[in-house]
C-alpha cells in the first residue's frame, strides 16, 4: 500500500508540474509552481523509489546507503521547495522591496543545505544520529514558520480564498514532520506520519494547479 501511496504521489505532483511548467506561458509564478512541484516529487523520488524497492525486496536495512543518499537529496530539494515558494508569495502579492526578508530566507538555506553536507550526519548508516537531524531541521523550521507567517498576513490582507489554507498546509506538513525527526529511530511506527505530511505538500500543489487550470479555462 506505501509503494502505491507513493507511485501515485510522484508521478501526480510530477505530472502536475510539468502541465504547469508548458502550459504557463508569459505568468511566471504559474511556471514557477510547475518547477515547485515537479522539484517536490523529483527529490523524493531519490528516496521514495529507493524505498520501495527496498520493501519489495531484501529490506529497509539491507538498503541504508541508498536511502540515506536519497534523504539528504530529498533535504536539498525541500529547502529550494520553500526557496521557490517564498518567490511565489512575492510574485503573487507584488511584493517588493523586503531585502532583510529575502536575505533571510537565503541564509537559512544555505545554512541548511550546509549542515546537510557535514560527515556528522552519517547519512548512510541505517540509523543516524538524530541530534544532527535536529541541528539540519532548526533552519529549515525556521524558514517554514517565515514562511507561514507571510502567507498568513497576505492571504489575510488580501482575502485571497484560492490560496486561503497556503498557511494551514504549511504548518500540517511541519507539524507531521517534526516528530518523524525526533522519534522515528527510537519509535519507527511514528514513520507513517510521512503519509499525511506528504498529502499536506499534495495540497499546496493542488491549490497551485487549481487556480492555474481555472486561469486557463476563463481564457479560453
Known amino acids: 500500500m506505501e509503494t502505491l501511496f507513493d507511485t501515485i504521489y510522484l508521478v501526480g505532483v510530477i ?10 506561458g508569459n505568468n511566471k509564478q504559474y511556471r514557477l509552481f510547475g518547477l515547485m512541484a515537479v522539484l517536490l516529487g523529483a527529490g523524493d523520488a531519490f528516496h521514495l523509489i529507493p524505498r520501495a524497492y527496498a520493501l519489495l525486496t531484501n529490506g529497509l536495512e539491507a538498503n541504508a546507503a541508498t536511502l540515506g543518499i536519497g534523504k539528504f537529496i530529498t533535504s536539498i530539494t525541500m529547502t529550494i521547495f520553500y526557496v521557490i515558494l517564498y518567490h511565489i508569495w512575492r510574485l503573487r502579492y507584488n511584493i517588493e522591496g523586503r531585502k532583510g ?3 533571510s530566507i537565503y541564509i537559512l538555506s ?4 550546509g549542515l ?4 556528522q550526519n552519517d547519512w548512510l548508516n541505517f540509523n543516524p544520529p538524530v541530534l544532527w537531524g535536529i541541528y539540519r531541521n532548526i533552519p529549515f523550521l525556521i524558514m517554514g514558520i517565515i514562511i507561514i507567517g507571510i502567507f498568513y498576513s497576505e492571504v489575510k490582507k488580501h482575502g485571497d480564498n484560492n490560496f486561503k489554507y497556503m498557511w494551514l498546509a504549511i504548518v500540517l506538513s511541519f507539524a507531521l514532520y517534526i516528530p518523524v525527526v525526533l522519534w522515528a529511530n527510537t519509535m519507527p511506527w511514528v514513520g507513517i506520519l510521512m503519509i499525511p505530511k506528504t498529502l499536506a505538500y ?7 494547479y487549481r487556480e492555474f487550470k481555472t486561469n486557463k479555462n476563463k481564457a479560453i
Do not use: H
Open 202 to 208: 499534495v495540497w499546496v500543489v493542488i491549490m497551485g
Open 101 to 103: 526578508l529575502t536575505f
Open 15 to 24: 505530472t502536475l508540474g510539468t502541465i504547469m511548467i508548458l502550459k504557463s
Open 116 to 119: 546537510c553536507f557535514f560527515p
Open 110 to 113: 544555505i545554512i541548511r543545505i
